[in-house]
């Protein structure tokens, strides 16, 4: 079965970290620090609001088996991130062709196979993203196979 989430992502490039730390200073746990753990980088602060833990992830690089992949949120994930209404809050979300590629990166093929149905099924939606992402971004070649052979690509 699984797993709830354990947590609340916002996701920002490098320039966004010190002013949304700043308007949530006063839920911080931390102060932004780098973090490089594994095959992941990125500039990593946490907060609470409402006993909900939140992590602000800043720069997120992911660097696996050969291929390198920079998480860029103002010139390509925000404009494509779907909205979803929270009560009264819209909130954009992490758009599925991003989550694939992730995914692949980190080997989690319970993730990426779910993933990829969603995407086959609105080709036309996912696709322009999911190419850009890979056109901006060194992903070796045993990576794009698996994304060959989910998406067509």
Do not use: W
Not at 1 to 20: A, E, F, N, S, W
Not at 103 to 120: F, G, S
Not at 127 to 138: A, F, G, V
Request: hydrophobic residues 35%; charged residues 25%.
């Amino acid at each position: 079965m699984d797993k709830p989430p354990r947590d609340i992502d916002i996701y920002t490039d490098t320039g966004g970290v010190q002013p949304l730390h700043e308007s949530l200073a006063s839920m911080a746990v931390d102060a932004p620090r780098l973090d490089q753990e594994g095959i992941y980088s990125s500039i990593l602060s946490h907060y609470e609001i409402e006993k909900v833990p939140i992590e602000l992830v800043g720069g997120f690089e992911v660097k696996s088996n050969g291929s390198s992949y920079c998480v860029e949120i103002d010139q390509l994930l925000y404009p494509a991130a779907p909205e979803s209404q929270i009560q009264s809050a819209t909130v954009r979300l992490m758009p599925l062709s991003h989550e694939l590629v992730f995914n692949v990166l980190r080997d989690r093929p319970d993730r990426y196979d779910a993933i990829a149905e969603v995407i086959l099924r609105d080709m036309d939606h996912h696709m322009p993203l999911l190419q850009q992402l890979l056109s901006r971004n060194q992903l070796h070649g045993e990576h794009r196979m698996v994304l060959k052979r989910l998406t067509g690509l």
